[in-house]
């Protein structure tokens, strides 16, 4: 379970490091093409909510609702939705 612990920390860690990037691009301080679009900003969203769905379902010390594990997995299949479909 520590595992599932250090992983969604570190997707998180990773998730909050692309969304300052996006943040700059999208305010035009700096160029970086590849965070031009939020693609990656989405596709990192999309994988901690599933990291955190899994560890609420094998972790009940995270998570006080089953619905959380639901609700995270639903998020996620939709901002992996929108990513493959192009909306934004």
């Avoid at 900003?41 to 901690?48: D, V």
């Avoid at 609420?56 to 992996?80: E, G, H, M, P």
């Amino acid at each position: 379970m520590k595992v599932l612990d250090y992983l969604m920390w570190v997707s998180f860690l990773f998730t909050s490091i692309i969304s300052i990037f996006t943040i700059i691009v999208s305010f035009g301080i700096v160029y970086i093409s590849e965070f031009s679009t939020f693609i990656p900003l989405e596709i990192s969203l999309s994988l901690s909510l599933i990291l955190w769905g899994i560890n609420c379902r094998y972790n009940q010390d995270v998570c006080y609702t089953k619905n959380n594990f639901y609700i995270s997995f639903l998020l996620a299949f939709i901002l992996l939705l929108f990513s493959i479909l192009g909306v934004y």
